[in-house]
């Protein structure tokens, strides 16, 4: 079975975040169709690895699409070209013998490179807990059947709530923005009515730390959902700006 | 002298009275106790979130970029509960019994009936948090049948629970974090612990992004670092999870128990070539819906659908009509292997069984299974590129799970004081196997509703000298610990890491993994110390110290597995009978069913270590049942 892909990478290499980067050529040959991706980005490390050269770093953890750990940009698209794929879930056989790949990090302010195509994302973690959260202190819960919740409500929660946090959305928007990733958070939690109490709150502490992490303003191109992997849906930020307005409008009545 | 310290008298009343009897930390003083909590999945998460809230002050340690990274987020299926919301006929005494009766018994029956009676708070508070579990059209909470229960008490949340309660415990620990309760160190290993005066006082991390080693101390270190389903190489674990932090814990005293329980799932996607870097779990609720099969003939080489009832063997229903496809992992794992060696296995390499919905979809029709695994056969076209409905997915079973894990007693404390260890890190309420849908629920019971009050009990009664990172048994071990680094730089060798892992992964597998036999147990202890010997001598660590290195990251990994991989040998060598998901050939009933020995291996085997290449010393933890009446378990 020789099947195989042959193919030419060109890989953004950097040593550290201060130091500069740039793109490397790389060849890889015979790659089976049913390697993954992050696969094929194996089997270049192996034989650099043997060579004693410095393989390339890259983020990954499930390799199941659920981690939000991967991140990379293939050709020009957050997680390679598969809709609702994540990089470690696309596999060889959306390609072609020798085709060329070029193969980025996210790029954006608020995610600065650590390596290759390793960057930080911890201003995530700073949005969510600025509010991305119902505040239940462990043992005060009534029963779980208490309340009881609207099926579609649920639903919509639950497609917001499917967000894995990888930053693609980011990566995808030319004002890396992360108005999608914000919203997702946001609709998860004020969709149910335990989220209620705090959604006032919430919004405006959320906004507040996504602006002071550097991230760009939304302005509609809508490029993130397309990029999602989860397929997480636009009309999210629209819920996250009615949130916010109301928010607003309150805070200044008080 | 093992002390499980678990309550006598009625077990109902048993944690009750336990938590009555565990003394109380000043409210005014837990501030100035300090827990260090490593591993951020649901046991650490909802564990420092929980200790927050009390108001101890809490280190958390990461090993990934985000706590929301942790490998619980991959668990799909769901979490049992014993709420009886079905009124079907659960209850906590069913939930404990079927979980001690699952686990072959080899559990604790006492912590398996706390488990069960936490169970309930877990969905309270996930509920609470935000988590979207499925609902009915009224509005209330959803369940379903799972992994071979009789009754349907599992809560999911689509095919993504474990996200969902990750999530929650993360947001629950991260609003702790905005309030300065805890303090997050992300992108950290715990290299080693730190042990003064006989206990658990502070360990030694690697800053990933640095190389800086950094040294932490405490009144209490909590380990929650997950299972050593990795030492197989391939495994539906994350790529990330290892044994480190709960091997260097054994180096440094704590024993290890029952390392032999592993749990082989039998629903995943099978090996596609040899560039395979990891298995994916396909969530075992497609057992409810899928029939497992294969041909009845090994030269019948037809496509799937051109075969007809008549020439296929439906071989789980066939050997175990009351419970059919829905036996439990390691019974349908260890049926999967007999077919494949009988020569029957279907795909390329002979090595999987077909899981199909042919019937299901003529009952329910595809629109109705698409509602309930859209996602999962969505992830089986991409990986495999055949469409599941309209051919059979294929499957085959793959390392998942790991029972085994540092001793506790029933505070959840190991034998070093001072040490607790959550989740699947520890060794567990699951026995010898696990039963679907009881990771989740334990990881999070331990967390939320156990360790939180028996840490407090072990703080107020023991009294702790004053010290800070400056006390030399600090020095100590990071001298150890930048010298293990040091050496492994210096190697400069010409074999990859992946290689070395990948060979003693295929070594495990083939004789420690679904079956063992004397002989191939005694192979893998023969085998394992000169793999090490080599991978010592001709491994090749790139790059420095001081950076991000991931190749040094895996080869410090990859380095204790080779350790670890004796013990978990040694274990099922001595372990002569077959239970749960350790099947030793040699002890089987003349069906092909596990055989126990209840007179000679009703007990705990917590190992001691004694120095690389020493055999460690055995302690016996004797386990009685009093309320579950052993018997043989039967699926037929
Ligand atoms: S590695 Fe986890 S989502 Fe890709």
């Known amino acids: 079975m020789t099947n195989g892909l042959n193919l030419k990478l060109k890989i953004w290499r950097q040593k550290n975040q201060s130091s500069d980067g740039q793109l490397k050529d790389y060849h890889v040959k015979d790659i089976s169709p049913d390697m993954s991706f992050l696969e094929m980005l194996d089997t270049l490390n192996e034989e650099l690895e043997s060579n004693g050269e410095e393989p390339v770093a890259f983020e990954h953890d499930c390799r199941e699409g659920i981690c939000g750990s991967c991140s990379m940009v293939v050709n020009g698209k957050p997680h390679g070209p598969e809709r609702g794929t994540t990089v470690c879930q696309l596999h060889m056989r959306r390609f072609s013998d020798g085709d060329t790949l070029v193969i980025e990090p996210w790029r954006a302010k608020a995610f600065p490179i650590i390596k290759d195509l390793v960057v930080e994302r911890s201003a995530f973690d700073r949005i969510i807990a600025a509010g991305g959260f119902i505040t239940a202190r462990t043992g005060s819960a009534p029963d779980g059947n208490a309340v009881q919740i609207p099926k579609e409500h649920a639903e919509l929660a639950m497609d917001a709530a499917a967000c894995i946090g990888c930053g693609a959305c980011v990566a995808a928007c030319k004002n890396a923005s992360a108005m999608l990733f914000v919203a997702a958070k946001v609709s998860h939690l004020s969709l149910l009515p335990q989220g209620k109490v705090e959604a006032r709150k919430r919004v405006l502490d959320m906004v507040k730390v996504m602006d002071q992490e550097g991230f760009g303003n939304c302005t509609n191109t809508q490029a993130c959902e397309v990029e999602c992997p989860k397929e997480i849906k636009i009309e999210n930020i629209a819920r996250l700006n009615r949130e916010w307005i109301k928010a607003s409008a309150a805070a200044r009545d008080v | ?636």
């Open chain 2, 1 to 636: 002298m093992l002390e499980s310290h678990a309550p006598t008298g009625p077990i109902d009343k048993s944690w009750d009275n336990h938590r009555f009897n565990l003394k109380l930390v000043n409210p005014a003083n837990k501030r100035k106790y300090s827990v260090l909590v490593v591993g951020t999945g649901l046991a650490g998460a909802s564990a420092a979130a929980s200790l927050a809230e009390l108001g101890y002050h809490v280190k958390a340690f990461c090993i990934h970029d985000s706590p929301r990274r942790a490998h619980s987020i991959a668990a799909q299926g769901g979490i049992n509960a014993a709420k009886n919301y079905p009124n079907d006929g659960d209850s906590i005494w069913r939930l404990f019994y079927d979980t001690v009766k699952g686990g072959d018994y080899r559990a604790r029956e006492a912590n398996v009936y706390r488990l069960a009676q936490v169970s309930n708070h877990i969905i309270d508070q996930c509920v609470s948090q935000g988590v979207p579990f499925a609902r009915e059209y009224s509005g209330y909470l959803a369940n379903r049948s799972f992994g071979g229960a009789q009754v349907s008490r599992t809560f999911y949340a689509r095919g993504q629970t474990g996200q969902q309660l990750l999530l929650g415990a993360y947001q629950a620990m991260m609003a702790q974090v905005q309030k300065g309760k805890v303090e997050l160190l992300p992108r950290r290993e715990m290299m080693d612990i730190v042990v003064v005066d006989g206990a658990a006082r502070g360990i030694v991390t690697r800053n990933l992004v640095t190389g800086k080693m950094e040294r932490f101390d405490g009144d209490a270190v909590v380990l929650a670092t997950g299972g050593y389903g990795n030492a197989f190489f391939l495994s539906t674990n994350a790529k990330a999870s290892n044994v480190t932090a709960a091997w260097r814990c054994h180096k440094r005293g704590a024993f290890f128990a029952n390392p032999c329980y592993t749990q082989i799932h039998p629903t995943c996607i099978p090996v596609s070539g040899s560039h395979q870097s990891k298995l994916t779990l396909m969530s075992e609720s497609l057992r409810n819906d899928g029939r497992v099969w294969v041909p009845k003939d090994p030269s019948d080489k037809r496509a799937a659908s051109d075969i007809p009832d008549q020439d296929r063997d439906y071989y789980l229903e066939r050997r175990y009509p009351s419970f059919g496809n829905l036996v439990p992992r390691d019974v349908a794992s260890r049926a999967a292997k007999a077919v494949c060696d009988d020569g029957r296995g279907v795909g390329n390499s002979g090595l999987s069984v077909y899981l199909d919905f042919r019937d299901a979809i003529k009952r329910d029709s595809e629109d109705l299974i698409r509602e309930k695994y859209g996602n999962l056969f969505h992830m089986y076209e991409k990986i495999t590129g055949e469409n599941p409905y309209k051919v059979p997915m294929r499957i085959f079973p793959a390392v998942h799970y790991t029972m085994g894990g540092l001793w506790v007693d029933y505070n959840l404390m190991s034998n070093l004081p001072g040490l607790f260890v959550l989740g699947e890190a520890n060794f567990s309420d699951h026995g010898a196997n696990r039963l679907g849908a009881s990771a989740l629920m334990q990881g999070l019971a331990d967390g939320y509703f156990v360790a939180p009050y028996t840490i407090g009990g072990y703080l107020a009664n023991t009294k702790l000298a004053p010290l800070d990172t400056t006390h030399p048994a600090f020095d100590d071990v990071n001298r150890e610990v930048e010298n293990q680094t040091q050496k492994l730089l210096n190697v400069d060798g010409k074999r990859t890491v992946d290689d070395f892992h990948r060979e003693l992964g295929r070594l495990l597998w083939d004789n420690c993994g679904m079956a063992r036999s004397q002989a191939s147990l005694k192979k893998v202890l023969d085998e394992v110390p000169a793999l090490r010997e080599n991978f010592w001598r001709d491994v090749s660590v790139t790059g420095s110290e001081g950076e991000l290195n991931q190749v040094l990251e895996r080869a410090g990994r990859v380095a204790d597995f080779l350790e670890f991989a004796e013990v978990m040998a040694r274990d099922a060598l001595t372990r002569e009978e077959s239970c749960g998901g350790h099947f030793r050939e040699e002890h089987q009933t003349k069906e092909g069913e596990a055989k126990r020995n209840d007179d000679d291996f009703c007990h705990v085997a917590a190992w001691e270590f004694k120095g690389l290449g020493n055999t460690p010393t055995l302690h016996k933890e004797p386990l009685t049942f009093d309320n579950v009446p052993l018997t043989q378990r039967s699926y037929k």
